[in-house]
């Protein structure tokens, strides 16, 4: 599964260096939610990381972009 849209904008926000305060005043959610958000992208991040770098020590060849092999 890949990043939602409030995700990837509270990274963004998060790497222009704003706290998680700032983003949530910014986003107009609470900055519980920014926290939500954040770790359930590092999360996301994290575990496509550990696919890919099995993937590359197993040597299994990755289709092009948006293709599909079933």
Do not use: C, H
């Not at 926000?13 to 590092?42: C, H, M, P, W």
């Amino acid at each position: 599964m890949g990043l939602t849209e409030k995700e990837i904008l509270v990274l963004q926000l998060r790497n222009q260096g704003l706290t998680q305060t700032e983003v949530a005043k910014k986003l107009k959610i609470s900055q519980a939610a920014v926290s939500d958000f954040e770790n359930n992208a590092y999360k996301k991040l994290f575990e496509a990381q550990q696919t890919l770098e099995f993937a590359r020590q197993e040597k299994i060849e990755l289709p092009a972009r948006g293709v599909r092999r079933w």
